[in-house]
């Protein structure tokens, strides 16, 4: 542990109660320990659920954590709020370089991540095995991987390995029933990253009709296969527009654009037939 006190400076430490897992680290020689009480006294929206007690107000250091980088994440103990932590751990995993209320756009630049053990599960008084700090690292990982940024690493590993684009798509269709959680996550995704989120919400999961959702998709239909239809004819017109687009700049200045924008005459009966200038 010392080894990775001299490599890492600033570090967050969870686990365990109140100061302790602090203090243990600074034992090892960790020179700037952040905990989870700091991160939330300094910005209590972090964990809407969870509310400082008295004394992790009193202990819990005061500091512009957005301006400081943290370098990893150690588990030392047992979590006594696995929401609060998780939270906390994930918004540091999907950080653009360890700095809190930032989003990476590779998704792979946040701090790492070492948990003391991975234990699964442990006997205390109950008469039944509780859970341990290797459940913890499952569900984190469950977590991640649920979120919509792996959603777009996956489709780059995708694309990459199939048809050796390593670039992810630019526009990603996803489908959900449930306006606040699918259409609002997607559209404020979108709002984050480069490419294209396109929400589209089907109507046989909580919506109901003549409703209007709180959290407006960019299409609604009726069953999923109609949300791959709409994605279809919305990227052929995309690629027919680029195509016309690309085939007419190819004729600007020349006598094909000229003959077209020209008026073709109307022929009535006994009248010459107009001339054609490419024949």
Known sequence: ??????????????????????QVA????????VTPGDIIKDNPDTTPFRKLTEDEVKNSRVRNLAEVKIEAVFVFADSRDWAGDQQIILDLLMSKGGYLGTRSETFNEGPPIFFSHNDMIWSASH?????????????LEAMYKGTFQFATRLLQQWRRDTHGID????????????????????????????????SILVRTGVFKEGTKPKFAPKA????????????????????????????????????????????TPIATPGAKEASNPLA
């Not at 010392?2 to 969870?14: G, H, I, N």
């Not at 600074?26 to 320990?33: I, Q, R, S």
């Not at 791959?228 to 919305?234: A, D, I, K, L, S």
């Not at 680029?242 to 190819?250: N, P, R």
Request: hydrophobic content about 35%; some cysteine.
């Open 127 to 139: 008469d039944l095995t509780r859970l341990g700090m290797g459940a913890l690292r499952l569900s």
């Open 220 to 263: 609604t239909v009726d069953h999923a296969l109609d949300a791959v239809v709409h994605g279809m004819e919305r990227e052929s017109k995309k690629t027919f527009k680029q195509e016309f687009d690309l085939t007419s700049a190819k004729l600007a200045g020349s006598a094909i654009e000229e003959v077209s924008n020209e008026t």
């Open 167 to 198: 670039a992810p798509p630019e526009t990603v269709y996803f489908v959900g029933d449930t306006p606040e959680s699918d259409i609002r996550g997607t559209n404020e995704f979108n709002e984050q990253i480069k490419n294209t989120w396109y």
């Open 26 to 33: 600074e034992g090892y020689g960790f020179k700037d320990v």
């Open 1 to 22: 542990m010392r080894e990775m006190a001299a490599k890492y400076e600033t570090v967050l430490v969870v686990g365990g109660e109140g100061e302790k897992c602090r």
